[in-house]
């Protein structure tokens, strides 16, 4: 071929490529010249077996070696089914759609954004071949027309990052259409994807119900988590191979956006990492000083704040001296045992305050579980790790993240629970479940070194309960003991803490767990009193000397005019 034609072939690609993004895909690619289209799926093969084969599978079955340890598993391409799409359900995706996919990911899933990694040229021929692996149906058929749904606008015209500025009350009337078309019998009465453990997708895997307060982790978020347009997509055209059905006929394009707002109004607006596509974490978790006794109950007023961060949503006014809920990101333990599995609980959320009458500090972790597990082997669990030693620790010196070494070894506080008068299958409780819960404390010189301490168990954990989806821990301890292991909490000085989680309904054990990086915390020291006093004496000194430099100002001139101090005598 010669250079010429060339570049008039690479012309036309690029033309073709732009026309691909911005119109309906089947009919373009069907009228795409033969040359150009096997181009096309040259490279997109090309960037199929070096990026996307190890979980989508040689021949797209959703078979790649890594496939077993995900949940969801990759997706198998050869029935055509697709989840996100402006398709009607049931029907084949737009060529728009799965571009969009490929560029921003399926959050919540292990499908990657390829947006930073593949040129536009490599995204659009991947999806060709994408296609082509596609053997039960037919993108050039006539049958298989497919029809853009109607989406109507968006009524309030918000805008990201956080699309806030709904009136209060489109986001009730959205929660009436909620309960009207009982969303909540498969995403539970608050939302967390709690309702139903018994669904299976097509491909006969488990699959369970969205946890719309992780709006962050909606497969079709495309990276713009909180906009409504998501949620009105996915009821009016449902989600292709799961059970999560349309709802175009039962409500009409104007509830739509409603129920939308009311779904987005219950995730809470964080600053989401980029690069991760969640909430950025909140490394530092401040334990506030509080007057007297902490009250040891989850729904004491005083443990009351929002998940929304106050920089974007400012707190109300009688809670706005509460502690902050912090941000924990957990991932899969990836360095032992079961490589690289997907924990199923990928954030927890902490509160802390301390109290120097108590001599005690409290911490309250917090996570959405959609089921508990009803297996007495496997008990729910999660943990608190510290440095044992911390007073040996040098500047920012921590130990090894999970479980300590032998030179540093680890204090662990672990709570293992189980949900009283439990079923999965029955509906959840709206008030929720009593824990029965029992406390282990270790010491940890390593992954092969954690054993039982032998001092006397000081950790309590003085409340707990699982309601909606939602599991809550409240440990307390002292902050000095005498422990050999146990760490000591100084106030002022920023601490090394890590967090544990186990699912015993996921089979999760010993080292099969989820677990953070090391965060920090302080125990903030209380206002020293004179901060009280200080700005009015402050003024009063301030107005003093104000007063004292007139008065020296004006005796000076009285001076001078008088002539008992002559000019070179005056202050410089
Ligand atoms: C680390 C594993 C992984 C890799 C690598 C990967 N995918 Fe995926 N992909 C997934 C998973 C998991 C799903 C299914 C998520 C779900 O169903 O919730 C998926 C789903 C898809 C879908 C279906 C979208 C829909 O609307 O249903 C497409 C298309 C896709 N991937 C394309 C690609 C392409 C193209 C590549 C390579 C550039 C790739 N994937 C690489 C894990 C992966
Ligand atoms: C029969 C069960 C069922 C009902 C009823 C149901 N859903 Fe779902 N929904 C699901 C399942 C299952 C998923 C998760 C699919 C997946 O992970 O691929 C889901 C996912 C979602 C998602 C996330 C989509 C994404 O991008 O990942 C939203 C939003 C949603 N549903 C909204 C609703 C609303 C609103 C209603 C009521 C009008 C509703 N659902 C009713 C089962 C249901």
Same mark, same amino acid.
């Given at each position: 071929? $010669?250079?010429?034609?060339?570049?008039?072939?690479?012309?036309?690609?690029?033309?073709?490529?732009?026309?691909?993004?911005?119109?309906?895909?089947?009919?373009?690619?069907?009228?795409?010249?033969?040359?150009?289209?096997? =181009?096309?799926?040259?490279?997109?093969?090309?960037?199929?077996?070096?990026?996307?084969?190890?979980?989508h599978g040689v021949e797209g079955g959703g078979d790649g070696p890594s496939a077993d340890r995900l949940f969801t598993r990759? #997706?198998?391409?050869?029935?055509?089914?697709?989840?996100?799409?402006?398709?009607?359900?049931? /029907?084949?995706?737009?060529?728009? =759609? !799965?571009?969009?996919?490929?560029?921003?990911?399926? *959050?919540?899933?292990?499908?990657?954004?390829?947006? /930073?990694?593949?040129?536009?040229?490599?995204?659009?021929?991947?999806?060709?071949?994408?296609?082509?692996?596609?053997?039960?149906?037919?993108?050039?058929?006539?049958?298989?027309?497919?029809?853009?749904?109607?989406?109507?606008?968006?009524?309030?015209?918000? $805008?990201?990052?956080?699309?806030?500025?709904? &009136?209060?009350?489109? +986001?009730?009337?959205?929660?009436?259409?909620?309960?009207?078309?009982?969303?909540?019998?498969?995403?539970?009465?608050?939302?967390?994807?709690?309702?139903?453990?018994?669904?299976?997708?097509?491909?006969?895997?488990? +699959?369970?119900?969205?946890?719309?307060? *992780?709006?962050?982790?909606?497969?079709?978020?495309?990276?713009?988590?909180?906009?409504?347009?998501?949620?009105?997509?996915? +009821? @009016?055209?449902?989600?292709?191979?799961?059970?999560?059905?349309?709802?175009?006929?039962?409500? $009409?394009?104007?509830?739509?956006?409603?129920?939308?707002?009311?779904?987005?109004?219950?995730?809470?607006?964080?600053?989401?990492?980029?690069?991760?596509?969640?909430?950025?974490?909140?490394?530092?978790?401040?334990?506030?000083?509080?007057?007297? *006794?902490?009250?040891?109950?989850?729904?004491?007023?005083?443990?009351?704040?929002?998940?929304?961060?106050?920089?974007?949503? &400012?707190?109300s006014d009688e809670i706005k001296d509460n502690p902050k809920r912090h941000y924990i990101a957990m991932a899969g333990q990836?360095? #032992?045992?079961?490589?690289?599995?997907?924990?199923? @609980?990928?954030?927890?959320?902490? @509160?802390?305050?301390?109290?120097?009458?108590?001599?005690?500090?409290? %911490?309250?972790?917090?996570?959405?579980?959609?089921?508990?597990? *009803?297996?007495?082997? %496997?008990?729910?669990?999660?943990?608190?790790?510290? &440095?044992?030693?911390?007073?040996?620790?040098?500047?920012?010196?921590?130990?090894?993240?999970?479980?300590?070494?032998?030179?540093?070894?680890?204090?662990?506080?672990?709570?293992?629970?189980?949900?009283?008068?439990?079923?999965?299958?029955?509906?959840?409780?709206?008030?929720?479940?009593?824990?029965?819960?029992?406390?282990?404390?270790?010491?940890?010189?390593?992954? =092969?070194?954690?054993?039982?301490?032998?001092?006397?168990?000081?950790?309590?954990?003085?409340?707990?309960?699982?309601?909606?989806?939602?599991?809550?821990?409240?440990?307390?301890?002292?902050?000095? @003991?005498?422990?050999?292991?146990?760490?000591?909490?100084?106030?002022?000085?920023?601490?090394?803490?890590?967090?544990?989680?186990?699912?015993?309904? =996921?089979?999760?054990?010993?080292?099969?767990?989820? +677990?953070?990086?090391?965060?920090?915390?302080?125990?903030?020291?209380? !206002?020293?009193?004179?901060?009280?006093?200080?700005?009015?004496?402050?003024?009063?000194?301030?107005?003093?000397?104000q007063g004292w430099l007139i008065w020296m100002t004006k005796r000076t001139r009285k001076m001078y005019d008088e002539g008992?101090?002559?000019?070179?005598? !005056?202050?410089?």
């Open positions: 071929m $010669t250079k010429n034609t060339n570049y008039i072939k690479r012309l036309i690609f690029s033309v073709l490529a732009v026309a691909l993004m911005s119109v309906p895909g089947a009919a373009l690619a069907q009228s795409m010249p033969d040359a150009i289209k096997k =181009d096309m799926l040259e490279t997109g093969k090309k960037v199929y077996f070096k990026r996307c084969v190890w979980c990759p #997706r198998n391409f050869i029935q055509g089914t697709f989840k996100i799409r402006v398709t009607d359900s049931g /029907e084949l995706p737009m060529e728009t =759609d !799965l571009i969009k996919t490929v560029k921003n990911g399926l *959050q919540g899933s292990a499908m990657p954004a390829w947006g /930073e990694f593949l040129s536009e040229n490599e995204i659009v021929s991947v999806v060709q071949f994408v296609k082509s692996l596609v053997q039960d149906r037919e993108w050039d058929d006539e049958d298989e027309e497919v029809n853009v749904q109607d989406f109507g606008t968006n009524p309030w015209g918000t $805008t990201g990052p956080y699309h806030l500025g709904v &009136p209060q009350a489109d +986001i009730d009337a959205g929660k009436e259409v909620f309960l009207k078309n009982k969303c909540f019998e498969c995403h539970g009465g608050e939302g967390r994807g709690d309702g139903n453990p018994t669904m299976k997708d097509d491909w006969g895997f488990p +699959i369970v119900a969205a946890d719309w307060t *992780q709006c962050w982790n909606f497969r079709g978020a495309r990276r713009d988590p909180f906009n409504p347009f998501n949620v009105v997509r996915t +009821i @009016t055209t449902g989600l292709n191979g799961t059970p999560m059905p349309n709802f175009k006929d039962q409500i $009409t394009v104007e509830d739509r956006w409603k129920i939308a707002a009311f779904v987005n109004s219950l995730c809470p607006r964080k600053n989401i990492d980029p690069l991760t596509n969640k909430p950025i974490p909140d490394f530092l978790i401040q334990s506030v000083y509080t007057e007297g *006794q902490v009250s040891p109950m989850i729904d004491d007023p005083s443990w009351q704040s929002p998940d929304t961060d106050s920089r974007i949503v &400012p707190f990836i360095t #032992r045992g079961k490589r690289n599995f997907d924990p199923k @609980t990928d954030d927890l959320w902490v @509160t802390s305050r301390w109290s120097a009458e108590d001599n005690a500090v409290y %911490y309250l972790v917090e996570y959405h579980q959609r089921f508990m597990s *009803q297996d007495p082997e %496997y008990p729910d669990a999660v943990a608190m790790q510290w &440095p044992a030693k911390l007073q040996d620790l040098f500047g920012a010196e921590k130990p090894y993240f999970i479980m300590g070494d032998s030179k540093k070894p680890v204090d662990i506080w672990k709570a293992n629970f189980m949900a009283q008068d439990y079923n999965a299958t029955n509906a959840p409780k709206p008030e929720g479940y009593k824990l029965k819960t029992s406390v282990e404390e270790f010491v940890g010189l390593g992954f =092969d070194a954690v054993s039982t301490k032998e001092s006397e168990s000081k950790v309590q954990v003085v409340d707990s309960i699982y309601k909606q989806g939602r599991v809550k821990i409240m440990f307390k301890r002292n902050l000095k @003991t005498d422990g050999e292991f146990d760490v000591q909490i100084p106030t002022e000085q920023f601490i090394p803490v890590s967090f544990l989680q186990w699912s015993g309904r =996921d089979k999760e054990k010993d080292e099969h767990m989820a +677990i953070s990086t090391w965060y920090y915390t302080i125990l903030k020291p209380a !206002l020293p009193a004179s901060l009280y006093y200080m700005p009015p004496i402050m003024a009063v000194v301030f107005v003093c000397f008992k101090i002559k000019r070179d005598e !005056l202050p410089k």
